[in-house]
């Protein structure tokens, strides 16, 4: 008798089920042992980000199976929204996708169709050959591999946030995803995502999604500004990436003995025997 196989929840069932936001890191240092530190953590969810690390197929393969042991649900973001490139992320067995850069309601229905099969979409038939189909060993998996998926399209542009409503509104996205630092470039604030005009942006996003009962989340590496989106609601938060932790952490470390010596004395300072 064939092996039979039932894929884990989906990022937007786990966004159903949960009364808190769930809390999110990045992995983009593109080592499988650094995700599995970062899925092993605690965490809720774990973005597996290929649009800004060195991450390509096989390497975005390895990544979900170090988090494979692990309750944190992956979310690979590809680099864009490309058919093929949507297919062959979906045939590596990834469930929950994060399409980036998404301006429009038509760009988003192209997204949705690309994760669907005809005659609801223009996915490519190749689940025997897959490990999104466990070759097989999921049960009827062409008839529902539309349930096994999980689309968020992010919201980062001043485009996108004025055709918000209608992007909303495409029958098959189950989140919408804000990027703040791409949001106050496209409003002229590159680098300064806490500008008074980029934040109002943001609300307005969370505002529609919540009037649309559609599940939002917000990138916020500054705690205060993720805690103030989950006290207004938001349904999920990126907190920080693998790859700045290590990097203000280093940073951290070596500071402490630039200016102090091992003993704690000030450096320069040595006690005389």
Partial sequence: MPASITLPPTFREHLDASPDALIGLWSCAGSQIITEIVASSGCDWVLVDTEHSPLGLESTLAQLYAMSAYAATPVVRVPYGDTVVIKQVLDLGAQNLLVPMVDSAEQAQRIV?????????????????????????????????????????????????????????????????????????????????????????????????????????????????????????????AVGADVALLARSTEAVVQQFRSHDATGSPAGERASY
Avoid at 139 to 144: C, K, P, R
Avoid at 197 to 203: A, D, H, K, S, T
Avoid at 210 to 231: E, L
Wanted: aromatic share 6%; glycine share 10%.
């Fill in 113 to 237: 169709e690309a994760t669907r099969y005809p005659s609801a979409g223009v996915r490519g038939v190749g689940a025997a050959l897959a490990r999104s189909s466990r070759w097989n060993r999921v049960g009827e998996y062409l008839a529902n591999a539309g349930d096994t998926i999980s689309l968020t399209v992010q919201i980062e542009s001043v485009r996108a946030v004025e055709a918000i409503d209608e992007i909303l509104a495409v029958d098959g996205i189950d989140a919408v995803f804000i990027g703040p630092a791409d949001l106050a470039a496209s409003a002229g604030h590159l680098g300064n995502p806490a500008d008074a005009e980029v934040q109002r942006l943001v609300e307005h996003v969370i505002e529609r999604a919540q009037d649309a009962g559609m599940p939002v989340g917000v990138n916020a590496f500054v705690p205060a500004d993720a805690q103030r989106y989950i006290d207004m609601g938001v349904d999920f938060v």
